[in-house]
């Protein structure tokens, strides 16, 4: 289950570090953009907007009002659904998503993964 984590952070109090650190512990394989390239343990985060292949998840941890330039990106990664953690829900992007196909999840990763819902 591939997954994109989009605005991934270096500081270990954010909920997107916690949520690579999670993901990696669960055995997934994470893709990871931040505002400045770093690492999170064994994830690079990168600033670009590389292409993934076999994406199965995108997960947000960026407010809608930031999510602007990754809209028309996440829709070409033909994800398979997309996870709107608490404050980056997004009606635009969500109508966008579900007219292409892409399930759109309002949840919070971490939660999921505890729960074994991821």
């Not at 991934?8 to 570090?17: E, F, L, Q």
């Not at 199965?56 to 930031?66: A, D, E, F, I, K």
């Amino acid at each position: 289950m591939k997954t994109l984590v989009i605005g991934a952070s270096p500081n270990p109090m954010r909920y997107a570090y916690k949520a690579v650190r999670a993901l990696r512990e669960h055995d997934i394989e994470v893709v990871a953009i931040g505002k400045r390239e770093t690492t999170i343990e064994d994830v690079q985060v990168v600033t670009d907007k590389p292409r993934i292949d076999g994406l199965h998840t995108v997960t947000l941890y960026v407010g809608p009002q930031n999510q602007g330039s990754y809209v028309n990106y996440i829709l070409s990664l033909k994800p398979k659904r997309i996870i709107f953690n608490p404050g980056t829900y997004n009606e635009d992007l969500i109508t966008k998503a579900e007219q292409s196909g892409i399930a759109c999840i309002k949840d919070c990763t971490l939660v999921m993964l505890a729960t074994d819902s991821y």
